[in-house]
């Protein structure tokens, strides 16, 4: 059994490492290639690409990398033309992986996709690539099969991994003791996003919210995890010009522990308003797109949700404030991100409601996502 498996993010990497991991239980001989990551590549995966070389977000931002990207999946297409994989799994990065997909599913090889595109929410003429693309798609929300079989996409749903990772009750006061934090301390969490392009947009309004913050509350500690390396020194670059005198704890893929220990959380949309929902904390949602980025999105109608957090859309109402390009600066991050220190009642309601969602999600995603890879291989 040859696999074929392409993942460009930190989260896909989590996600294909528990799918190999599992699909090797299946099939104990198995063998790996393709790009992906440090998870990926302990459980065995043959790397042909590290996938920091699929991570670029924005339309404008793609541009600029373009050529090579489409040169990488022309060379990656020609390969598995030449010695066809038994199964292809794209993980997320649909951009990439469905053109991909579809090349190979028209030789005849098995393909699945984990990880919906945002069709439901984001450019919903994309569903037409993806009924042309997959055989199978491996869903990790609950909403998302009925959407998609609805459009002729053969859907599984299989719960989300960090939901079964993390706990449903988060060790707050484990977390502080590890962070040196008091345990009756107001803690708040700033979260300015993974990728270089968030960072360097999100720092300065969240740094400036952060201090306007800590000078509203007396005896505010502040928490920040960051991504890497070049994440963490563009943070101190803008820490130094835009809040020199801020003291921050700060630490690397430290993500989880500073979540459990905040009360309140200010973070990038994204992933993170996942985590921060998974970790029951109330959270503030800022983001700043490329503004030629935005101004095309908007033109176009692009985008078809009320809501851009992923903890919004989950528990169905705007439990968390949204802040989006122009609305994302302090004068609007920091009286609602104080209003959480301040209403004790409204916190425990938002909590309540993060626990039911996450007790939706919490199955065991690996194996779930592993039987239907085998039951299509099966019906092959």
């Known amino acids: 059994m040859r696999i074929a498996i392409v993942a460009a993010e930190a989260s ?34 043959q790397l042909i690409e590290p996938m920091e070389s699929l991570s670029v977000m ?10 090579r990207l489409l040169r990488l999946r022309s060379a990656l297409t020609a390969r598995w033309s030449q010695h066809p994989p038994d199964l292809f799994i794209g993980v997320d990065a649909p951009d990439f992986n469905l053109t991909l997909e579809r090349r190979l599913r028209r030789q005849g090889v098995p393909v699945v996709h984990y ?27 609950p909403f998302e099969p009925d959407f998609l079989e609805s459009h002729g996409v053969h859907s599984t749903y299989v719960g989300h991994r960090l939901a079964g990772d993390m706990p449903l009750q988060p060790d707050r006061a484990g ?13 708040l969490a700033v979260l300015p996003g993974s990728r270089r392009s968030e960072v360097e947009r999100l720092a300065r309004p969240f740094l400036q919210t952060a201090s306007a913050c800590a000078q509203a509350l007396p005896g505010l500690r502040i928490v920040t995890p960051l991504a890497g390396e070049a994440s963490a020194a563009l943070w101190q670059q803008q820490k130094a010009m835009h809040a020199p005198h801020l003291e921050i704890v700060e630490g690397l893929h430290a993500s989880r ?27 503030v949602v800022g983001y700043k797109l490329n503004q030629l980025t935005y101004l095309i999105a908007k033109w ?10 992923m903890a919004n859309l989950l528990s169905g109402e705007a439990l968390a404030p949204e802040f989006i390009q122009d609305a994302c600066e302090p004068e609007n991050l920091a009286p609602a991100v104080i209003a959480f220190f301040r209403d004790p009642a409204r916190v425990q309601a938002i909590e309540r ?6 007790e939706s999600l919490a199955l065991d995603t690996d194996a779930q996502a592993a039987q239907a890879v085998v039951d299509l291989l099966k019906q092959r």
Request: no cysteine.
């Open 257 to 283: 522990e500073m979540l459990a220990a905040a009360d309140v959380v200010l973070t990038a949309s994204g992933t993170a308003t996942f985590e921060a929902l998974l970790s029951k904390r109330p959270m």
């Open 12 to 45: 896909g990497d989590l996600l294909a490492a528990g799918l190999m991991a599992q699909l090797r239980r299946h099939f104990p001989a198995a063998q790996f290639e393709g790009i992906g990551g440090p998870r990926m590549q302990a459980v065995g995966m």
């Open 58 to 67: 924005g339309l404008v931002e793609v541009l600029r990398h373009l050529p």
């Open 115 to 141: 990880v919906s595109p945002t069709v439901w929410a984001w450019r919903r003429h994309r569903v037409r690539k993806l009924r042309g693309s997959v055989d199978l798609l491996l869903s990790i929300f």
């Open 175 to 187: 977390a502080r003791a590890a962070l040196g934090l008091a345990p009756d301390a107001p803690v």
């Open 300 to 309: 176009l109608k692009l985008v078809k949700l009320e809501h851009v957090a």
């Open 353 to 358: 409601a993060y626990r039911r969602v996450h």
